[in-house]
C-alpha cells in the first residue's frame, strides 16, 4: 500500500456535477502533477461529504480543513498555499462564509456513517470498513426468524412515510409458502424536496445492498429489484457498479458463501410517475403497467408482484438493516427515542443559511435541525414556517419549532416524517402561494384512477388559485378543506388523502393569511 | 430500428418501460411514434391502447416530435419557492416558445416537471441528462447560448 501525506477528498454528487467538478478534477490533478505532488497527495472522489456546503466541495486530511464552492481558477492557488506549503487557504474555506460551522456528527451516523468517507466505486472501501460482515453473520450463523426478531426488537420502523415497523412487515411475508418471493426496493424519490435516498445512494450504494441481501434471506426471496426514478443517474451507474462487484465478488449468485441461498438483485427504472412510490402502483409499474395502486387487501405483502408475496421497503429502512445485524439491535436501540429509535436523514431546503443534509438522532427538535446543522436562517431573515414532509407534509409554525422530530410526536400530524424534508420559509414567503404550489402538484401528480382524487385535486386548484388572486373568499378556504376532508375519506390511495394535511395546517396555523386575502 | 430495439429484450409484458425509454433515448426527435407503438404491440403481443395507456401515464414520455435539447423546468415547491418561475419566464424569452413547444430550429424543447431531487440548489433545470442548479436569469441565458454554441 501507498502511503500519502494528505487525503483530498472530492464530493461527486448531482451538486457538484452541476458545477462542473469532473473538469475540476481534470485540472486540479493537472496542476498536482506539474508541482510533483502527485505522490504525496492523493485525490478521492467519493459522495457527498456530509456538510452543507455549494458547488464544489472538497475535505482535506489530516488538516480536516472544508472547502467550498471552488473554482477551477481557485486551484494553483489552493496547491500552492495548503498542499505545498500547508498553509490552508482562509477565504476558500466553509467555515469563512458565514460564522457557521457544520457539526460533524458522524459518532451518531447508522446511515451515513461511510457517506464521504470512502470511494462509493469501491467494493474493497467498503468491505474496509466492516462492511458485508452482518450480510455474512446474517446468512451463516443466523436463522431467518431469528434476523426477524433482531429487526423487530430494534424498534426500526419504515422511512418512506407511513412508519410501518419493518420487522412486523417481513414478519408477514417469511412464513409463506411460495415459488417464488419477492424484496423490492423503493428508490422511487418523489416527494418534492426530498433528496435523502438519493444521497444515501450516492454515498454508500453497498450499504443499501446489504440491508436488501438480509432482508430476502430472511423473508426467503430469491429475487429483488431497485425501482429507481430515471433521472437519478449518477445512482443508477453506481449501484449497477456495485451490485457487479458484488457478483464478481460471490457475494450474491448462487449458492453465496456455500450456505445454499441464492440471490439476484436488478435495477429498473421508472419513467416519471409521483404514485409510483405508493407500493402497489409501483408493483403495477414493474409489470409494465400504468402506476395505478392496487386496492389492499390482499397487501404486496401477501400478494404483491405478480401475485407473489413481495416486501416493498424504502431505501433508508434497508440502508438501518446492516448496523442493526452487525451490532445488535441493543446498540442501535441507544439512538432516538424510546418509541422511535434510530436515526434520520433529513435535507433541510429553503431560506436557511446552508441547504443540504443530516443524520440525527429521532426525536431531535426542528430548531436544533435548523440552527445546527443548517446554519440557521438565511442572514437577515425571519423563520416563518416550515412544510416538513414535502407536498404530503405540514406546515409547522414557530411555536412548534421544539416538536420533536419523531414518528411518535408527530403522530398528531399523521406522520409526515418520512420523506425527511424540512423546507423553510422565511417570513416575506406567502402561505398562499406555497399551498398554490402544492396543489398544483397534486392536480399533476393524481393518476386519475379513482374520482375522489381525480376531481378533487382539479377542484382544489381551482379554489387555491381563485384565492391566490384575490377573489376568494371564507367560504372558499372552508370548502376548500371539506373536499380534502372528503378525499382522505374516500380516496384509494395515499396521495389523495394527502392533500388535507397541507391545507388543514395552513388553515389552522394561518388562518390570518386567508382572511387578509380574501374578500370579505 | 424498432424491431432491433424490441429484439434485444424478452418479450414480456414488464419489459415495455424499458423498450418504451429505450425507444425515446435513441430517437433523434426523443419521442415514440406510432410506428413505435405499432412494433411493439406486435413484438410483445399487446393491445396498442395498452402501450398508449402506458406510454401517457408517465410524464419522460411523449408522443409528439421534440427538439435535441429537453429542458425541463422543475416547478415543485422547494423550487417554485426560490423562483422558478422567474426562471421559466426567462426560457421563454430566450427560446420564444411556451411550455410544450419545441424552437423552429428543433434543437430546444420547454418542458415543465415535478422535483428531480436536486432540491438544496433549488431551482433547478435538467437539459437531457445534464442537471444545472442554482439557476438566475444571466445562468440560464449563458446556459443556453453555451448549448446553442456547441451545435
Known amino acids: 500500500m501507498k502511503y500519502y501525506r494528505s487525503h483530498v477528498l472530492i464530493g461527486i454528487n448531482e451538486t457538484s456535477l452541476a458545477a462542473g467538478v469532473q473538469s475540476f478534477i481534470k485540472a486540479l490533478r493537472a496542476q498536482l502533477s506539474k508541482t510533483g505532488l502527485s505522490d504525496e497527495i492523493n485525490l478521492l472522489e467519493t459522495g457527498p461529504l456530509g456538510f452543507f456546503g455549494k458547488g464544489i466541495c472538497l475535505t482535506v486530511y489530516p488538516d480536516n480543513v472544508n472547502y467550498e464552492n471552488l473554482k477551477e481558477a481557485d486551484i494553483p492557488l489552493l496547491v500552492e498555499e495548503h498542499f505545498l506549503k500547508g498553509r490552508p487557504v482562509t477565504s476558500l474555506m466553509l467555515e469563512s462564509a458565514g460564522k457557521f460551522s457544520p457539526k460533524f456528527n458522524y459518532a451518531s451516523r447508522i446511515v451515513l456513517r461511510n457517506s464521504g468517507i470512502i470511494d462509493p466505486e469501491s467494493i474493497d472501501d467498503y468491505i474496509g470498513t466492516g462492511g458485508y460482515e452482518a450480510w455474512e453473520k446474517a446468512l451463516t450463523k443466523m436463522q431467518p426468524k431469528d434476523i426477524i426478531e433482531e429487526v423487530k426488537e430494534s424498534g426500526l420502523r419504515g422511512r418512506g412515510g407511513a412508519g410501518f415497523p419493518a420487522g412486523i412487515k417481513w414478519g408477514f411475508t417469511a412464513p409463506l409458502e411460495a415459488e ?53 443517474k449518477l445512482c443508477i451507474m453506481r449501484l449497477q457498479k456495485a451490485i457487479d462487484d458484488c457478483r464478481n465478488y460471490g457475494i450474491i449468485g448462487k449458492n453465496i458463501f456455500e450456505s ?4 439476484d438483485i436488478e435495477i429498473k427504472i421508472g419513467a416519471g410517475a409521483y404514485v409510483c412510490g405508493e407500493e402497489t402502483a409501483m408493483i403495477e409499474s414493474l409489470e409494465g403497467n400504468r402506476g395505478h395502486p392496487r386496492w389492499k387487501p390482499p397487501f404486496p405483502g401477501v400478494k ?21 445485524i452487525k451490532q445488535g439491535a441493543q446498540e442501535y436501540k441507544k439512538y432516538g427515542t424510546p418509541q422511535c429509535t434510530g436515526t434520520k436523514v433529513y435535507t ?21 435541525i435548523i440552527n ?16 416538513v414532509g414535502g407536498a404530503a407534509g405540514v406546515f409547522l409554525p414557530e411555536k412548534l419549532l421544539d416538536v420533536k422530530m419523531d414518528l411518535a410526536s408527530l403522530d398528531q400530524y399523521s406522520a409526515v416524517l418520512g420523506s425527511g424534508a424540512i423546507l423553510v420559509m422565511n417570513e416575506h414567503q406567502s402561505i398562499v402561494d406555497m399551498l398554490w404550489s402544492i396543489l398544483r402538484f397534486f392536480r399533476h401528480e393524481s393518476c386519475g384512477q379513482c374520482a375522489p382524487c381525480k376531481t378533487g385535486t382539479q377542484q382544489l386548484y381551482r379554489l387555491i388559485t381563485k384565492i391566490k388572486k384575490g377573489e376568494g373568499t371564507m367560504e372558499d378556504v372552508e370548502l376548500m378543506q371539506l ?38 | 430500428m424498432y424491431k432491433e430495439i424490441c429484439a434485444k429484450y424478452a418479450p414480456n409484458k414488464d419489459n415495455l418501460i424499458y423498450i418504451l425509454h429505450e425507444i425515446q433515448d435513441t430517437h433523434p426527435q426523443h419521442y415514440i411514434s406510432t410506428e413505435a407503438v405499432n412494433e411493439i404491440s406486435k413484438y410483445l403481443k399487446l393491445p396498442e391502447n395498452h402501450i398508449y395507456g402506458v406510454l401517457t401515464f408517465y410524464s419522460m414520455y411523449s408522443t409528439t416530435p421534440r427538439g435535441k435539447h429537453i429542458i425541463r423546468l ?8 426560490k423562483g422558478s418561475i422567474n426562471i421559466l419566464r426567462k426560457l421563454k424569452t430566450i427560446l420564444g416558445v411556451s411550455v410544450g413547444e419545441t424552437t423552429k430550429d428543433g434543437k430546444f424543447t420547454l418542458e415543465l416537471c415535478a422535483c428531480l431531487g436536486v432540491c438544496g440548489n433549488a431551482p433547478v433545470m435538467m437539459i437531457n441528462d445534464d442537471v444545472y442548479g442554482d439557476l438566475s436569469e444571466e445562468k440560464v441565458e449563458d446556459i443556453i447560448d453555451k448549448i446553442r454554441g456547441r451545435n
Not at chain 1, 418534492?192 to 450499504?207: S, V
Open chain 1, 180 to 232: 417464488q418471493k419477492y424484496v423490492v426496493v423503493n428508490a422511487d424519490e418523489g416527494e418534492p424536496g426530498t433528496f435523502k435516498d438519493r444521497l444515501i445512494m450516492e454515498g454508500d450504494p453497498h450499504q443499501l445492498l446489504e440491508g436488501l441481501m438480509i432482508c430476502a434471506r430472511a423473508v426467503g426471496a430469491t429475487k429483488t429489484y431497485i425501482y429507481i426514478r430515471g433521472e437519478y
Open chain 1, 260 to 263: 445454499g441461498f441464492d440471490l
Open chain 1, 304 to 324: 404483491g408482484l405478480w401475485q407473489a408475496p413481495t416486501v416493498v421497503n424504502n431505501v433508508e429502512t434497508l440502508a438501518n438493516v446492516p448496523f442493526i
Open chain 1, 348 to 368: 433541510i431546503l429553503g431560506d436557511v443559511a446552508y441547504p443540504g443534509l443530516c443524520e440525527v438522532d429521532m426525536g431531535t427538535t426542528l430548531r436544533t
Open chain 1, 372 to 387: 445546527d446543522y443548517a446554519g440557521g436562517m438565511q442572514k437577515g431573515f425571519k423563520f416563518k414556517a416550515a412544510l
Open chain 1, 483 to 520: 373536499i380534502a376532508e372528503t378525499m382522505l375519506k374516500t380516496s384509494f390511495c395515499a396521495l389523495g388523502q394527502s392533500p388535507i394535511m397541507a391545507i388543514r395546517s395552513a388553515i389552522e396555523n394561518f388562518r390570518d393569511e386567508f382572511i387578509a386575502i380574501t374578500k370579505k
Open chain 2, 74 to 81: 422543475c416547478e415543485s415547491p422547494p423550487c417554485y419557492i
